[in-house]
């Protein structure tokens, strides 16, 4: 492959496994992150991954704090090709019209399904039985450009966002490889999204975070593990916030209102939804650890807990 001089763009996890082929593969010039953020519990600020690998690799790193306003490092560069993969900022129209061969965004959804910045923890939410990558061009217009190519991957009806995270993350560097030498032979296609299929997963608020017992089991469910293990869904009660990351669904009616814990035994709490009980089995309550409910138990008194009302 022609070593092309290349800006990554790309600040979590899932874009770690995309540089690190991509510095054995082109010449990377700048890796562009998010600003540190992130801290220990001393209050340290931490490093965000895609930069420690740059560092680790002896490559300039640039973390703007509003890219639309400090963005000409990424043209003194003069890149031939910029790829970007959860940056985390909308990118400027200079930098994305600059490049030779493009700029090249690796997206988590298949579009026009799901543009935004969370498509991960939408296609679980919302109980999709599939979804993919993309490789696409990008544009003005968030996760509207041209695509080039695509690549499907189930969602196990168990799986959480964590698993489906590392899997895709996988199957975007795999698809970015294969697909690059025909962007620098520029013998790509590209394929028009079709706007009338358009959804959008933009990113989690706090809002959505929150789990409705008032509402159907399957949905409680589909919530609970499409933000399992970040940002996390909670519900109050006791009047402490408690984070829930996974759960089990059943076939037992619920009989009582919703949000109540119906019983409690070591595997979990059973809790009334609108139609039936779903099983909490692991949890994080304000200011304790996270756990199996099964260990949280044993710190507890169970009448504090049995007949309470999430909220």
Not at 191 to 216: A, M, P, R, W, Y
Not at 251 to 261: E, F, R
Not at 284 to 297: A, H, P, S, T, Y
Request: glycine share 6%; proline share 5%.
């Amino acid at each position: 492959m022609k070593k092309v001089r290349t800006i990554f763009m790309g600040t979590p996890t899932f874009s770690v496994p995309i540089l690190e082929e991509l510095i054995q593969s082109l010449d990377i010039v700048l890796v562009v992150c998010q600003p540190d953020k992130e801290k220990d519990r001393k209050g340290n600020l931490l490093f965000p991954p895609c930069k420690k690998v740059a560092l680790e690799h002896n490559i300039e790193v640039f973390q703007p704090v509003k890219i639309k306003d400090n963005y000409q490092k990424i043209l003194d560069k003069d890149p031939e090709l910029i790829i970007t993969a959860a940056y985390g900022q909308i990118i400027p129209e200079q930098i994305l019209t600059f490049p030779k061969y493009g700029c090249i965004n690796v997206h988590g959804s298949l579009l026009p399904r799901w543009r935004g910045g969370a498509p991960i923890h939408h296609a679980i939410m919302n109980g999709d039985s599939k979804t993919g990558i993309t490789i696409m061009y990008m544009d003005k217009k968030m996760d509207s450009g041209d695509i080039i190519s695509q690549r499907e991957i189930e969602i196990d009806e168990k799986m959480n966002l964590d698993e489906l995270y590392d899997k895709m993350s996988l199957l975007g560097r795999d698809l970015l490889m294969e697909t690059i030498p025909s962007i620098i032979a520029q013998t790509n296609k590209r394929i028009k999204q079709d706007e009338s299929k358009v959804t959008f997963g933009l990113n989690i608020t706090k809002e959505e975070e929150k789990i409705n017992f008032n509402d159907l089991a399957i949905n409680i469910y589909n919530r609970i593990r499409g933000l399992s293990s970040v940002p996390g869904a909670f519900a109050m009660i006791n009047g402490k916030r408690m984070k829930i990351y996974r759960s089990e669904l059943t076939n037992i009616p619920s009989l009582k209102a919703y949000g109540v814990i119906e019983s409690i035994d070591d595997r979990g709490f059973l809790v009334n939804t609108r139609d039936y009980l779903i099983k909490i089995t692991e949890i994080k309550l304000e200011g304790k650890k996270r756990c199996q409910v099964m260990d949280f138990i044993n710190g507890i008194k169970i009448s504090e807990y049995l007949g309470a009302r999430f909220e």
